[in-house]
């Protein structure tokens, strides 16, 4: 299984890197959604106003969404179902590499995004740096959790605009948990507890996908 | 000789006993100390709850389960998700109306950034969800699966619903029924009012529920000879 999701990850992560979609398409939209948001709150607020978390994770959660759908057209594309199918790769295996691979999209697109808000959000520097494992441990969830929904909603093969009326209610949870832990790294508070949440729906989705995924990719 | 008898009797007995909770719940049942009339919401707003969150949504889950598990996999069971996800949405939506009539005089606002009432909220997007899903794709068997699997997914908002007041400070009361040790909160006609609304609609879901069933099967059937009479009209066209 390990195996698998190592061979599938590496083969995402390579198209990603020869394509390039996530450096000239999803991360210009990311920072220009960071940018749009501290706008709508006005110069004087968006500085001020203690939403950078939320805007953050708001960001991401358009950007996962790009990327969910993004990495399901890579797979329902003929010749990559065709190779999955002749090749017998275990489906928990799949999950997992196709997880794997969306999470360091994610993870690298929220580097950049927190830089983002430490410039355009005024976010202190010091405790973004100490909400850096909270965030891993959610933007990780939000990939286990996007595979698993980009699956159900077919990606490629069903109407993009399924996945979001799937996914933000599943997505609405880890939103209020990154954004808690944030804050709390910024502000003070209970950082740990906001944390574990992250980390137990981390755990979670990535049962469920492993117990779950073959049963939607078979044919 | 039961299935004709539960066939005639479900609908006249539901209906009998959403009148008498009515009666005692607006004419009976004395008024609240605190809340006054208020509190007559009670005999109709955690009966909707009960059935949306769990006896619909619970329904819904199980058969999706038994769908997935080969052994009981049929389309009986996709359809009784189906169904059950529909009542389900309906009485969310009943759930959060009657919980937002009860929370602008009691809160002061019609809605609050509240973790029960956030939660239901997002159940009911789940089920929105679910059933643009299974719009969206026309084979039947992958429709079935990736329906039911969204069930299950869903269903794990439910104990965080339940829980909810318990974890986290919530503007919504505790438990409406039962204190902490498990005695009995109401006592009195309000008890028997509450228990009677209970059944009422325990009843009324089970009798939308066969009602939307019997629908969905004359639809699949509607489907199926409209589908074989396509093909039979085709096939003439071919022999001339």
Known sequence: MIRTALLVAAKDLRIERRSRVLLWQVLPFGVMALVLSGLALGPTRAGHSGAGPGLFYL???????????????????????????TLGLDPAGVFLGKALALAVELWLTGLVLLGGSVLVLHTAPAGTVSALPSVVVTLGALAAAGTLYGALSGGGQGPATLLPVLSLPAFAPLLIAGERSFSAALHGGALWRWWLISLVALVAYLGIGILLYGVLEES | MMKLLSQRLLGPVTLILLALTFWLGLWVTPPDKVQGNLARLLYVHPAIAWVALYLSFGTATIASALYLWKRSRSPVMDRVAHCAMEVSLVFIILTLITGSIWGRPAW????????????????GVFAV??????????????????????????????????????????????????????????????LTTLFISLAAFTLLFFWLLRARY??????DERERVSLDEALTQRRREGVH
Request: glycine content about 6%; cysteine-free; proline content about 2%.
């Open chain 1, 59 to 85: 960001v991401m959660l358009l950007v996962a969404l790009l990327m969910i759908n993004r990495s399901r057209v890579i797979e329902s594309s003929p010749g990559t179902q065709a190779s999955v199918a």
């Open chain 2, 108 to 123: 002061g606002v019609w809605w609050a950034w509240d973790a029960r009432l956030t939660s239901t909220a997002v159940l």
């Open chain 2, 129 to 190: 969800g679910y059933l643009a899903l299974r719009r969206a794709n026309d084979d039947f068997e992958l429709r079935a699966r990736r329906s039911a699997v969204l069930a299950i997914l869903a269903a794990i908002n439910v104990p965080i619903i339940h829980f909810s007041v318990q974890w986290w400070k919530t503007l919504h009361q505790g438990a409406s029924v039962f204190t902490e040790s498990g005695n009995f909160k109401v006592h009195g006609i309000m």
């Open chain 2, 214 to 219: 019997r629908v969905q099967v004359l639809r």
